[in-house]
């Protein structure tokens, strides 16, 4: 899957409610299962359970557990080297584990732009504008096996 593939199958979730701890495309997602999704879509198969969390997680627990699990089927890269079809990872407060997440969807115009799951809205695509970049933790690339289903040999790693 071609990175432009990546931001097509974020931007077809576009529109689909908000509802906490969803993933299906269209019925309801919240910000995780926006990119699971996406994972189901470009990869394959979830490649591990996603227990129950509350919608205050990472307030109470402060644990890193969004960003671990990023680490841990993602390839990390430099916040400046995303490009669109990147997983982005938000820290909403100084200090909070990492919480919300988006897939970059553009880089022309204005601002960047970035696709996520708005609490109490729908996944929408929005201006990455100077209150996100304040927030921005960690950028991700998908694994190879998203682009070799694609027949591209080398892209990262």
Known sequence: MRALG??????????????????????GADCLGLVRGVWREVVGGEPEPVPA???????IGGEETLLAAARRWLV??????????????????????????????????????????????AVVESWLGRWWRERLAAA???????????????WRR
């Open 76 to 121: 990390e890269i430099p916040v400046a080297w995303a490009t669109p079809g990147d997983v982005l990872l938000f820290r909403m407060a100084p200090g909070c584990a990492v919480k919300h997440c988006g897939i970059l969807s553009a880089v022309d115009g204005a601002e960047p732009k970035f696709i996520h799951a708005y609490w109490g809205r």
């Open 53 to 59: 969390y509350r919608a205050d997680w990472a307030e």
């Open 140 to 154: 991700f690339t998908w694994p190879q096996a998203a682009y070799d289903n694609q027949g591209v040999a080398e």
């Open 6 to 27: 990546i931001v097509e199958a974020a931007r077809s979730w576009l529109g689909t409610p908000y509802r906490h701890q969803a993933s299906v495309k269209g019925v």
